[in-house]
């Protein structure tokens, strides 16, 4: 029989740095969002902002590999649990009540898949060039990289726009039930705050994909041109 600390690390440990490691990637997409709705301030603003992070290498190659990091952790921390949960419960349920249980929070399996697939597409089409390398090299009347017209580029054609609208999905599914869980897992409950924190992941969610959703419907329906 495993002793209760066993227990604590494996399963109660391994909840909490999940929880800690998905708030650390929600706090990264809320501020990348906001990066990237300089596109609304035009070139100057965003490809600006684009050559300020890329001048700071070595912070800028730190916050990758750290970021990297957590996001495999994060996955890694997932796989174990839900294989954990699997072997703690070797057969399904003949009926499953869903009474309690959310569709984001039925759903986090497919949905963390679905954002997975879409980072790697977004990493490859737009930061590493290799889908569309048409407009990679290109630089602005200021000598800087023209990320401005490089999204302008890549959000005038629809199948992209299709692909980039069907990832917000999956993330704002993603967070709508990540927020609150993990508030939760950390303990982070109060009879006077509950409603606050059952509101933290769909607001998030909403503000998140609003925003992202915003900047390539702006573009793809000519409201901002290169």
């Known amino acids: ?115 997975l697939l879409f980072i790697i597409f977004h990493l490859l089409h737009l930061t590493a060039g290799v889908i569309d390398s048409s407009s990679a090299d290109r630089l602005d009347a200021e000598g800087h990289r023209d990320v401005y017209g490089k999204i302008i580029h890549a959000f005038q054609n629809p199948f992209i726009v299709a692909l980039y609208l069907a990832g917000q999905l999956g993330l704002g599914l993603h967070l709508n039930h990540a927020v609150t869980s ?18 933290a992941g769909p607001t998030v969610a909403l503000l998140v994909v609003l925003g992202n959703a915003a900047i390539i419907l702006a573009i793809f329906l000519g409201i901002v041109r290169g």
């Open 1 to 115: 029989m495993a002793r209760p600390s066993n227990h604590f690390q494996s399963t109660v440990g391994s909840k909490i740095v999940m929880a800690l490691s998905g708030l650390g990637l929600v706090i990264y997409v809320i501020f990348h969002m906001l990066g990237n709705l300089q596109v609304f301030e035009g070139s100057h603003a965003l490809n600006g902002y684009a050559a300020f992070l890329r001048e700071m290498p070595i912070l800028l190659w730190t916050a990758r590999a750290g970021l990297l990091s957590i996001v495999v952790l994060h996955i890694m921390l997932a796989i174990q649990l839900t294989l954990r949960n699997r072997r703690a419960r070797p057969v399904a349920y003949v009926v499953r009540q869903y009474r309690q249980a959310s569709f984001s929070s039925r759903t986090m399996a497919a949905s963390g898949l679905v954002l």
């Open 182 to 199: 993990s508030l939760q897992t950390l303990g982070l409950e109060h009879a006077a705050f509950n409603r606050l924190f059952k509101a």
